[in-house]
Each structure stands twice: as structure tokens, then as C-alpha cells.
């Protein structure tokens, strides 16, 4: 292994680009060809994306992801520590929507384990879930945005994404990553304070998702390098496994929280937008709409949510709570039996999915009946997303490239696991 | 939908054997290495079933002398809304088995995860390379013999 | 401002060079932005309006190292991507200074794991420690501001020429 050889772009991957047909070729291929780099350190590869594009003149004819300056052995680790344990890790695979991926990892465990956890628990779960959200597209618009050079849209969906993280602050007592949901419940009830400023920020967002809207919708700019770029159908986006929004970009109306109904969705009353366009810039106008129908979700909520306990009422699987652990002998046995030893689900193999902000995040359980699982595996949307990029940025521009990176909305923290 | 998915994939591919299981309402089922792609075919094109979606392809490594993997496949049907398993056993003496990223072409990279993380070959892959480690790494991590903290040295650093 | 008063009086004032060098040095760092994962969106936080990096004359973020003097890590380095790091740095005009910013930057943290890098001083002459996972953006300006001081008791004739890891007064300081 020479070290020396690592600056250098690998031979197989030169192989693999030059594999690719390029039926866009001029005859005299060799004299106009070119192999660009992109990445991994590239501010609009969001994050740690190498792309080794194929060009003639400045048109892409083909291009190869290469994926793994991120990977951190996820899967791995979860096969060495209890299900309990993970939850902080899962903050870190999409870091955008920390509590999309907690709500997630729990609904899978608690599958696996016949668990339910109680009606507020889980109104919270989807009122955190819808938050996230909308705090995930607003980077994403932004960071999308700036890749095309409108900086002040950046800077002011942050200030309404900082809105979101205050209310995390009061809600778990961390801004970013959150751990805050529990096998069985959430770690603790949402105080008053947490309800009255989730009430103020819907009331303003309409009004301040509008004002950004302005900033790019009317702009001849943004739309011009969006509009026709990148164009995908309905059947190849699903062909290449595309979910969420750039799936609904194409025309497809797959969302797991109408497919396959989890916590309450199906007591909800939301669309699910779709554009047929398959765009970029119909991929844009996904994310606003969910937003939206996101703030809808989270007004039915607060209306809806009932009173009652957060954490299910089974001592074999379900932490305790701290006070009744300092002083109850039974509290003390099972905390420290499901802290040691984990929490023991039946053998079995269960595989629970969640819509996230990036599409579909599912997690895979194979469970030999001990505290830890035997096999996780993660189903990342970002890593399925990113698998259209090279069919994407076909006959396309080296500049388009940045666009429609942004359309899809990596975050290379789950697609490299 | 358990006998409907059985009687179109006998009907289709008559000399198989399946053999199904459930748990938690998931069905699974399991086919010969040799068949998957054809059973994926059937599964993809029959018109009652259209299990146009591939989530999911991993494997499970079980730490046996014989069919140490299972390769899982998972899939799902947008008409139906319907979620299927389908597995298939690999030995560690024979540890190959054909694509099915001609069926669907998501199954691509999560082909090439596989390769990376367990070793197994999938026969007829367009571009199987390595997903995440470095080309030069000799290991394949999930795999149950090897350590959580990695073997010293096999990765290099740059120097100081 | 104290500098304007002079001004008017005097017309002029003494300083030692060194000193003026250091002055201007620290209050104009330009950060390279090495965001690798979770702490690039604090990072991007802290540029951002509420915590607004700009205060401390650091807002100009510069994604080509050849401008910059600052790197911040921001993730997890993995030894896939510590060559790339260290080719980053290397191409960093002298003097540079670098923080560690995060848990898993500084020592590996929660992912003792095959790929991880455990702590990037194996490769790195670091700077700061940055303690959080990831670290509140108050936090890194709190680091910025350790730098700027660190920057501030520097001297001229401590960057004659010599590799960052061979000097002695900024190591120790």
C-alpha cells in the first residue's frame, strides 16, 4: 500500500468511468475529453461527496460516486452494544433531523419487542418528527440556494431553523443532538413552556416561509439554472430506488406515512404534494409544500394531544424513571438488568421503515434473543438518493452538477453509515 | 397475499422450492441461490404482485460452518402496498451469487455494500468495486471474525 | 476606540512590529471550513445570524486552503479521509493554526470503530481541543477567541521559514 498512490484518483475508478457508455462522445473522443474531481472537499458536495465526472467540453457524459470518506462502522457497533446504547448514534446518521432518526430507531426496537408506547408519547414522537422536518428542508432549500448563488436565502431559513432548535433546548436540553426519545416513550414529558413556543413558531412560520419564498420564486436566476435540470421519470426514480422528495418530484406519491401508517398519521389530515416534472426546481417546490403541510400537522397536533404518561408501563423492557430508581428497590433491579443486559427481544428478524425528511429510513433487526442485536442493518435514504446521481447529471453541465447535488439533499452522514 | 404470491411465483417457475415464515406480519421467503433471479424477475414484472421497489439488499453473516450468509432481500409493492423478504443461503466454500441489478438497478450499490462489508461475489455485477473502504483493504468488517476496533496497520495513516 | 484618540492628539504612536503583526494577525483569521459531518452544521450555525462569526472578524470562510490560516475540523475523520486532511492542511500557507472541533475529532469519542481516526493529532499539530458532541456554536467561538489570543502571543520571527511542528514558542504556549 503506497500512500503516495492516494492523491491520485484510483485506477478501478477510472475503469468504472470509463466503462460507462457514453453515447454523448464526439468522434474524436480523446482529443475533447477530460476526467474531473470533485470532492471530497468541495463546498457544494455537501459534506464529503467525491464525484469523479467524465466531461467533453464542459457537458458530463459520465460520472462516478465515490462514497466512504464518512463511513464509521455503524452497523458494527450495533452489533456490540444494547439497543438502549444506539439511540445517541442514530442523532449522527442524518444530523439534519436528529429526531426523525430517534423516532425511527425506537418504532423498530419497540416492533421487535411488542412494545406500545402511550398516546402522548407518541403525539410527541410525531410532532418532533414534523419539526425536524421542516428544520431539515430549510437547510436544504438554503444550502440548495446558496449553491446557486443566492446567499440571503441561506441566512434566513438558519434563523428560523435556530427558531426550531431553541425549542429542542426546552423540550430535551440539547439543541442538535437530541437522544431524546426512549424505547417505550420519550425520556420526559413536554413541559407547557416547550407547547406555548411550538404554538408561537407555527403561528410565524407561514408568514416567514413566505417572505424566503419570495427571495427565489420570482428569482429569474434560480429558476433558470433549476427548471430542466436534472430530469428524472417517475418509473427510473423508482427503478434506482429514489425516495421522499425527489421521488414525489417525479410524480410518484410514495410516502411510508400513507403507505404504511405509523404513530398516528392516519388520524392526519395532509396532502402529500407531487410535481410531475421530475426537476430540480420540482423538487425545490416539494420541499415548500411539505413544509406546509408539515406546520398543518404540527397545528393538528397541538390541538389534539392528550394527557397522560410518556413512558409505557413494562418493567422488563422500559427504563424507569431516575426518582422512582433512588427509591424503590424493584426500579433499581430492572434499571440496572436492562442498563447490563439489555433489554432481550424475542428471536426474530423485523424491518420497520419512517419517512424522513431524505425519504425512506428503515432499520433491520435480526435478533438472536440476546441484549444486542445480531445483524442492523440501516436502510439510509441518502445513500439510495445518491445512486441517481450519476443517471442525474447525464449530458449536463459541470455547473448544473452543484444544483442538482442540492436538489437531492445528500447528507453523507447516513449514506456512508 | 401469502397464497396470491405463491401461486403466481408456482405458477410461473413451477420446478422451485419456496419456503415461507412470518413474524410480526412480515413474510418471508426463502429461495435457492440459483433461482433468485428468476424469482425476481417473477416478483418485479407479474402483474398482480409489482414489487417495483427494492429497499433494501444486505446479509447476515451466522457464524456457521454451513451457509454461514443469508443474502436479504426486501421489497415492496406501491400497488399492493405490500412488504416482502426474500433470502437465500451462501456458503463460505461457494461464496457467490448472481445479481439482481439487471432486475433492479437500486440493487446496484447495496450489491456493492455487500461485497464490501461480507465478501460475498455477486456474479454478472457491472462495477463491483468496494462501497466505502479503501480499494487496498484486505478485510471485509461485518463479518463476525472481525474485530469492532479494526486489525492495527491494515489501515495507514498519513505522516506527521 | 483608543486608536482614533491618539490620532488626534499625536498624529502618530510607537509599537513594536511584532506586536502590530500579531494584532492584525488575530483579529482578520479566516477559517477553512473543513466540514466533515455533524459539527459542519454548527459550524454553519455560528455563520449564520443569531451566533454570527462576524463579530470576531472570521466570517470570511474560505473553501480553498490557500487562503485561509484557520482550519477548523468539523467530524469525525475517518483514515479514508485523513490523507485528504493532511493534503488540505499541507497546502495551508504558513502559519496556520488548527481546532479540533468535536468529541470525535479530538479523540475518536463515541465511535471506537475500525474506520475512525482515533484523535487527528496522530496527523495534525492541533490547537484546541473542542470539547462536545457537537460542540454548542458558543463553544467554538469560545475556541476562536483562545485562538486569537494564542495568535496574539506570537512574534514575527517565529515563522522564519520553518514547518509549524519544528516551533517551539507556539506549541508550548
Not at chain 3, 499539530?125 to 486569537?148: E, H, M, S, T, W
Request: charged content about 25%.
Amino acid at each position: 500500500m503506497e500512500i503516495a498512490d492516494r492523491d491520485e484518483v484510483h485506477p478501478k475508478i477510472i475503469e468504472a468511468l470509463l466503462k460507462t457508455d457514453a453515447g454523448l462522445s464526439s468522434d474524436d473522443a480523446l482529443e475533447n475529453e477530460m476526467i474531473l474531481n470533485m470532492g471530497p472537499q468541495h463546498p457544494a458536495t455537501h459534506g464529503v461527496l467525491r464525484l469523479v465526472l467524465r466531461l467533453d467540453g464542459e457537458t458530463v457524459i459520465a460520472c462516478v460516486p465515490e462514497l466512504g470518506y464518512l463511513h464509521r462502522g455503524y452497523e458494527k457497533m450495533a452489533e456490540n452494544m444494547s439497543y438502549y446504547e444506539f439511540i445517541p448514534h442514530t442523532d449522527r446518521l442524518d444530523y439534519l433531523a436528529p429526531l426523525c432518526n430517534n423516532v425511527a430507531w425506537v418504532l423498530a426496537v419497540e416492533k421487535l419487542a411488542g412494545i406500545q408506547a402511550p398516546p402522548r408519547a407518541q403525539y410527541i414522537r410525531m410532532l418532533i418528527s414534523e419539526l425536524s422536518r421542516i428544520a431539515s428542508h430549510l437547510i436544504a432549500v438554503g444550502s440548495m440556494a446558496m449553491d446557486v448563488g443566492a446567499l440571503t436565502v441561506f441566512l434566513w431559513t438558519i434563523r428560523e431553523r435556530e427558531k426550531i432548535l431553541d425549542i429542542w433546548d426546552i423540550i430535551c436540553g440539547a439543541r442538535f443532538t437530541n437522544s431524546y426519545t426512549r424505547i417505550g416513550g420519550v425520556a420526559n414529558d413536554m413541559q407547557p413552556e416547550a407547547k406555548a413556543k411550538v404554538q408561537w413558531f407555527i403561528n410565524q412560520f407561514d408568514e416567514n416561509l413566505e417572505e424566503c419564498e419570495k427571495l427565489l420564486n420570482a428569482n429569474r436566476i434560480f429558476i433558470d439554472r433549476l427548471e430542466g435540470v436534472g430530469v428524472i421519470s417517475g418509473e427510473d426514480a423508482l427503478d434506482l430506488g429514489l425516495t421522499g422528495p425527489s421521488l414525489r418530484g417525479s410524480g410518484v406519491d410514495y410516502d411510508i406515512r400513507r403507505y404504511q401508517p405509523y404513530l398516528f398519521y392516519n388520524e392526519m389530515d395532509f396532502k402529500i404534494p407531487t410535481y410531475t416534472e421530475g426537476d430540480c426546481l420540482a423538487r425545490y417546490f416539494v420541499r415548500i409544500d411539505e413544509m406546509r403541510e408539515s406546520a398543518k400537522i404540527v397545528k393538528q397536533i397541538l390541538d389534539k394531544i392528550p394527557q397522560g404518561d410518556v413512558q409505557a408501563n413494562q418493567p422488563k423492557k422500559v427504563l424507569p424513571k431516575k426518582h422512582e430508581v433512588y427509591s424503590k428497590m424493584e426500579e433499581l433491579i430492572h434499571d440496572f438488568m436492562i442498563v447490563n443486559f439489555g433489554i432481550n427481544p424475542p428471536d426474530g428478524e423485523v424491518y420497520h421503515a419512517v419517512e424522513n425528511p431524505k425519504g425512506e429510513l428503515g432499520f433491520y433487526f435480526v435478533s438472536k434473543g440476546e441484549g444486542h442485536p445480531w445483524k442492523c442493518k440501516i436502510r439510509s435514504p441518502s445513500f439510495n438518493n445518491l445512486q441517481s446521481v450519476p443517471h442525474l447529471v447525464k449530458g449536463y453541465m459541470v455547473s448544473d452538477v452543484v444544483a442538482i447535488i442540492g436538489s437531492i439533499d445528500p447528507v453523507m452522514g447516513e449514506a456512508d453509515k | 397475499m401469502k397464497e396470491i404470491i405463491l401461486n403466481q411465483l408456482n405458477a410461473s417457475l413451477p420446478n422451485i422450492q419456496v419456503e415461507t415464515s412470518e413474524f410480526k406480519d412480515e413474510l418471508t421467503i426463502q429461495v435457492q441461490k440459483k433461482d433468485i433471479v428468476e424469482v425476481c424477475k417473477v416478483l418485479k414484472n407479474d402483474s398482480e404482485l409489482k414489487f417495483i421497489h427494492c429497499i433494501d439488499v444486505t446479509a447476515i453473516d451466522w457464524a456457521r460452518r454451513k451457509d454461514r450468509f443469508t443474502v436479504v432481500y426486501h421489497l415492496f409493492s406501491l400497488k399492493n402496498k405490500f412488504q416482502l423478504v426474500v433470502k437465500a443461503d451462501v456458503d463460505e466454500s461457494d461464496c457467490n451469487i448472481d445479481t439482481v441489478s439487471s432486475v433492479w438497478r437500486s440493487a446496484n450499490w447495496h450489491e456493492r455494500e455487500v461485497y464490501d462489508m461480507y465478501g460475498i461475489t455477486f456474479n454478472f455485477h457491472p462495477d463491483l468495486r468496494r462501497m466505502y473502504m479503501p480499494e487496498e483493504f484486505e478485510y471485509h468488517p461485518l463479518r463476525k471474525d472481525f474485530p469492532v476496533l479494526g486489525i492495527p496497520g491494515s489501515l495507514p495513516l498519513p505522516k506527521k | 476606540m483608543g486608536l482614533e484618540a491618539k490620532l488626534t492628539q499625536d498624529g502618530f504612536l510607537t509599537t513594536k512590529i511584532d506586536a502590530l503583526l500579531a494584532w492584525s494577525r488575530k483579529s482578520s483569521v479566516w477559517p477553512m471550513p473543513m466540514g466533515i459531518s455533524c459539527c459542519a452544521i454548527e459550524m454553519m450555525a455560528v455563520g449564520g445570524p443569531k451566533y454570527d462569526i462576524a463579530r470576531f472578524g472570521s466570517e470570511v470562510m474560505r473553501f480553498t486552503p490557500r487562503q485561509c490560516d484557520l482550519m477548523i475540523v468539523a467530524g469525525t475523520v475517518t483514515y479514508k479521509m485523513s490523507h485528504v486532511v493532511k493534503k488540505i492542511y499541507d497546502q495551508m500557507p504558513d502559519p496556520k493554526w488548527v481546532i479540533a472541533m468535536g468529541a470525535c475529532t479530538s479523540s475518536g469519542g463515541m465511535y471506537r470503530s475500525y474506520p475512525v481516526v482515533q484523535g487527528i493529532d496522530q496527523f495534525l499539530p492541533v490547537d484546541i481541543y473542542l470539547a462536545g458532541c457537537p460542540p454548542r456554536p458558543d463553544n467554538l467561538l469560545n475556541a476562536l477567541i483562545q485562538i486569537q489570543e494564542k495568535i496574539g502571543r506570537t512574534k514575527g520571527r517565529d515563522f522564519q521559514n520553518k514547518p509549524l511542528s519544528e516551533l517551539n514558542v507556539i506549541q508550548n504556549n
